[in-house]
């Protein structure tokens, strides 16, 4: 019994033995499992403690960076919707209208009248700041800045009752330069605010366009207005706002002497309007007209671009009327335009049309003119020469006597407006009698009976019929003609600011040297002049004026005791003259040169333009310009194949000489008529030999046709070169050279010198103009 309670026991020893084996293999399986899993959700807990702490630190410092340095946070603008934008700084923070305006009174600023850029719908808007001049008395607010603000976005100003706006661009405002004001109105819109340091005058008005069929955006103009004496001049800037991309742009400059202000027309007939700025005083017209262009300094800027009357295509009838348009002539250029246009294959381009439109705007304005019932005579004949209807206006001047003698007295004193009109109209058509019939009464009155019948029987297919019915319009006058000896001066011209008295002789009649306010000096260096008796060149060496009464002495050899006046001519870019009188007050000698100075108003300035001749001065009297009609090579090859086989390949030679050609064979002659055959010359005896020489002028674009094979850039410096001219005898020598190396000649025109029968070329030098003549012993111009 004891022995199988022994088995018992030691049976159930082992059973128990291996249960509790079993469970401590349990038990160690499971103690391993619970130790990894609290690992994973340690570490995760800790990642999430963590990552809330820090969120909660972020927030907590993003806050006191909001609350004391808001411009550190700025980046997060950048990825919140607009209507939970951050105000950055005080200045930033959207405003009411009161508290806009209060803000700037308290910046001695008057808020102006503020403009909404959205058809008062409020959301946003224009506001001109005003300060107010000191020691001023009357109309003394100007604008100093343009502001447009925007109807806030962010959730938190939009629940507000009242409205507030951001400040979304600024822009300081400094009016125009006082010299641009008073200029003469040649000048264009872009040398508005090219003079730093001048006087300015300031804008006191801020008004919109009204025309809501503009290009997308908001366009607006500041305008101020200048008194002097019994006139005023009304000035003004152009702004355009571009809700695009927020920008507000000042576009244009302008000034008006007859008080109007801009305005948008229909004028080309495109989509958008054109900005006209009429600035027509009296019978001539001139109108400004700018196109809305796309820019290409920025995506969706706009600039004003204006329609001017520039070459664009090379069309030979096209040039004659460009020319006709810019001596003021729009009507003929219209009729020779509009013909043009009939019988065209292909229309002309964009650029052209718009400048067929810009004259069609101007002859309308020189018609209706002309139309209307004049009180007298003498104000019909000006407009309808004006307009060109020469016929029309002769019919007048023989109508009676008391027409003539009136029409006399305009014809008398004109200065140039008439007489550049008469001189184009016979360059393009040398035979129309009733424009030789106006050329021959205005130099007969200006310049002697003698001189003009001189002048006449040098034209083109007089016969003693027509020269007999010229004479009887002149003895209808039963005026004096003038027979007096006029001043006859020739010279080059810059403007000065600096005089100093002590340095020149004062003319008679002058007290002393002093100008208006829109007034200029000009400094004259004489090239030639004539003393009664025959022409004077510089150097003057052997002028030796007294020492006492010398005012008296340059008063009587350069002829300007009667009249004093001078005339100062400028080349614009686009090749027009433009001629402002000026008189002289004063005459300096010195080392032989001799030098006037004269007062006028201000003329453009074309120093930077090396296209374009330098400015010229001469007295009325003392040339006339002598522009025969062109013809083409191919046509002179024609006439006479010898001298253009001649003439071609010198003018090879010539440009291979001055570096402007390649050296190398001259081509064949079939080649070069090819290339050079559509270029103009002229026939005229400049060698007074009673033969027609040639004078061929080359432009650089006709050059740079040539150089086909050369690269780019040389292209671009041949085009930008001022044309130069070679002259060839009628046996194809060359006889007269702007091509010789390193020269810096260039023939400016070819003229008749008062008292002179025979040619003299006008040529351009380094610093100076010259005059030079044929001379038959040397077989040279000297």
């Known amino acids: 019994m004891a022995k199988h309670s022994r088995k018992l026991n030691q049976k159930a020893g082992r059973i128990n033995q291996s ?25 995760l807990a800790l990642t999430i403690l963590l990552s809330t702490t820090g969120v909660i630190i972020a927030f907590g410092w993003i806050s006191i960076l909001f609350i004391f340095n808001p411009e550190q946070v700025s980046w997060l603008n950048e990825i919140l919707p607009e209507w939970a934008q951050l105000p950055l700084s005080k200045s930033d923070r959207p405003q009411t209208l009161p508290a806009i305006q209060l803000s700037l009174s308290q910046k001695n600023r008057i808020a102006g009248e503020t403009i909404y850029l959205d058809d008062q719908q409020q959301k946003s808007f224009l506001l001109p700041v005003f300060q107010k001049r000191a020691n001023c008395q009357s109309n003394c607010q100007e604008l100093v800045e343009l502001r447009v603000y925007q109807r806030s976005k962010s959730l938190e100003f939009r629940l507000q009752p009242e409205k507030y706006y951001n400040l979304i661009t600024q822009m300081s405002v400094t009016g125009l330069t006082e010299s641009f004001v008073k200029a003469s109105f040649g000048e ?23 025309d809501s069929k503009l290009s997308p955006g908001f366009w607006f103009y500041a305008r101020g207005e200048h008194k002097q004496e019994d006139s005023s001049i009304v000035y003004g800037q152009i702004y355009y706002y571009n809700p695009g991309n927020s920008s507000l742009e000042q576009m244009l400059s302008w000034k008006n002497p007859n008080g109007q202000l801009p305005k948008w027309e229909q004028v080309t007939g495109s989509a958008a309007k054109e900005l006209v700025i009429d600035q027509t005083v009296g019978l001539e017209p001139h109108l400004q ?32 009327s460009l020319l006709l348009a810019r001596n003021g002539m729009w009507t003929p250029a219209l009729a020779w335009l509009t013909s043009l246009q009939k019988n065209r294959q292909q229309p002309f381009p964009e650029s052209v049309q718009a400048q067929i439109d810009l004259i069609r705007l101007h002859s309308q304005f020189t018609k209706s003119q002309a139309d209307k019932i004049s009180a007298s005579p003498s104000q019909q004949v000006l407009t309808d020469l004006i307009d060109g209807r020469w016929e029309k206006a002769l019919q007048i001047f023989t109508a009676s006597s008391q027409n003539a003698q009136e029409i006399a007295t305009l014809l008398k004193a004109d200065r140039g407006r008439l007489w550049n009109r008469t001189a184009v109209a016979l360059r393009l058509n040398p035979n129309r009698q009733s424009v030789l019939a106006w050329t021959y009464l205005m130099l007969a009155l200006q310049r002697g009976e003698q001189r003009a019948t001189s002048w006449l029987q040098e034209q083109p297919n007089i016969n003693q019929k027509n020269l007999t019915y010229f004479q009887d319009l002149l003895a209808k006058l039963n005026y004096e003609v003038t027979t007096t000896q006029l001043s006859q001066i020739i010279g080059g011209v810059q403007q000065v ?27 004259v260096e004489v090239s030639a002049f004539h003393n009664h008796v025959s022409w004077l060149n510089s150097p003057f060496t052997n002028l030796n004026p007294p020492k006492t009464q010398s005012s008296q002495f340059w008063a009587k050899i350069l002829g300007i005791s009667a009249d004093p006046t001078i005339q100062i001519i400028v080349w614009l870019q686009n090749g027009e003259q433009q001629i402002n009188p000026a008189t002289i007050k004063a005459v300096q000698l010195r080392n032989g040169v001799l030098r006037l100075l004269a007062a006028g108003t201000s003329i453009p300035q074309t120093r930077n333009n090396s296209l374009q001749p330098k400015p010229l001065a001469l007295t009325p009297a003392a040339l006339e ?22 003439m071609l390949k010198n003018t090879w030679r010539a440009l291979q000489q001055s570096g402007d050609m390649p050296s190398g064979a001259v081509p064949k002659f079939p080649e070069m008529q090819v290339k050079m055959g559509d270029w103009p010359v ?7 030999d009673g033969n027609q020489d ?19 850039n040389r292209r671009n410096v041949e085009a930008q070169k001022r044309p130069r001219t070679l002259i060839f005898s009628n046996t194809g020598k060359v006889i007269y050279n702007d091509f010789r190396p390193k020269s810096q000649q260039a023939l400016s025109a070819i003229a008749h010198l008062a008292n002179d029968p025979s040619l003299t070329l006008l040529v351009e030098n380094a610093h100076k103009y010259s005059l030079k003549r044929w001379s038959g012993t040397n077989q040279r111009f000297e």
Not at 19 to 43: D, E, F, H, I, V
């Open 188 to 210: 264009t819109a872009s040398n508005a605010n090219n003079q730093e340091g001048k006087k300015r005058l300031s804008f006191t008005e801020v008004k919109a366009f009204e």
């Open 682 to 688: 002229q026939l005229i005896d400049v060698t007074n």
């Open 497 to 523: 600011t600096l005089v100093n008295n002590a340095d020149w002789v004062l003319i008679p009649g002058t007290a002393d040297l002093k100008i208006t306010d829109n007034q200029v000096w000009y400094q």
């Open 625 to 646: 310009w002598v522009q025969p009609s062109p013809l083409t090579v191919q046509e002179l090859y024609q006439q006479n194949p010898q001298v253009v086989q001649v």
């Open 19 to 43: 249960r509790n084996g079993a469970m401590k293999k349990s038990a160690k399986k499971s103690q391993k499992q619970p130790q990894w899993q609290s690992w994973l959700l340690s570490t």
């Open 289 to 320: 007209v700018y196109q809305i262009k796309s820019g290409q300094l920025a995506n969706n800027s706009l600039v004003l671009q204006e329609i001017n009357l520039q070459s664009e295509v090379e069309d030979f009838g096209y040039q004659k």
């Open 694 to 712: 040639v004078v061929l002028t080359i432009s650089g674009a006709a050059i740079e046709s040539l150089n086909q094979s050369a690269s780019i």
